[in-house]
């Protein structure tokens, strides 16, 4: 929802049609791969602009078409994703993003599947990968690749383990510890970028423990899910 809080989602019928019900307002919509795991891997890619609909904030139901037209991938960048012994990394993502000449983004994601392969189908262009996953003791740094239509190039990964840990305290401006707020903290890996990123709650007597690894973290306060209180100090790292 365009200025506003709401989403809504559908899946697409074998005919490709589709249809969700929506509130009054202003909605981009756009086309999204599944990223559910088990889901096979899809082999095309959505490059048009997102369409915005409009509905009149009236109880009169109001039918609006969007249609849209997806185009077949003509690139693949395949790889594994491990951890430092070797082992797979599973129940995870790995996502390309790439801007074209006239400022659209061009993104792609594919799941990392149980014996840590992946592939990303796309088009021509150069990439900047990078690898989600739920176990946040594991990081690893983006990669940038190229890749030309009807080519397949090759990105593996190895992701490390974060062995440090951040702690500290977080306190009201009377000095009363605040249980339940969640932080958010990343590495800052400079213009490359880097999958590391870790969260944690404070704990009844507003400690907190955070796992992390060498270099300078990020973090802040997740204002979305501690809306009883708002950081105003400065960043800290």
């Known amino acids: 929802r365009v200025g506003g809080q709401g989403w809504a989602g559908t899946q697409t019928a074998s005919d490709g049609s589709y249809s969700f019900t929506l509130q009054p307002g202003t909605w981009s919509v756009r086309v999204e791969r599944s990223n559910s795991f088990g889901c096979p891997a899809a082999d095309w890619i959505f490059l048009d602009a997102e369409v915005v609909v409009d509905f009149a904030n009236t ?14 991938a003509t690139a693949v960048i395949t790889g594994t994703i491990k ?11 790995i996502n390309a993003n790439s ?7 061009r993104w ?20 900047d990968l990078n690898v989600w996953t739920n176990d946040q003791r594991l990081f690893t740094r983006n990669q940038k690749v190229a890749v030309n239509d009807n080519q397949t190039v090759t990105a593996n990964f190895v992701m490390g383990e974060k062995l440090a840990s951040i702690k500290g305290t977080v ?24 999958s590391a990123w870790s969260n944690t709650t404070t704990a009844a007597d507003g400690t907190f423990t955070m796992a992390g690894t060498a270099g300078r973290w990020n973090i802040n306060v997740d204002n979305g899910r501690s809306q009883r209180y708002v950081y105003d100090g400065p960043q800290q790292d």
């Open 59 to 72: 109880t009169a139901t109001e039918t609006q078409t969007a249609n849209f037209t997806v185009r077949k």
């Open 83 to 93: 951890k430092k012994d070797g082992t797979a990394v599973t129940n995870g993502n």
């Open 99 to 105: 801007q074209s000449a006239d400022g659209r983004n």
């Open 108 to 127: 792609s994601n594919a799941q990392i599947m149980s014996n840590g392969t992946y592939t990303l189908y796309t088009i021509g262009g150069t990439y």
């Open 171 to 194: 306190s009201d401006k009377a000095g009363r510890p605040l249980p339940d707020i969640q932080l958010n903290g990343n590495l800052d890996c400079g213009p490359q970028g880097c």
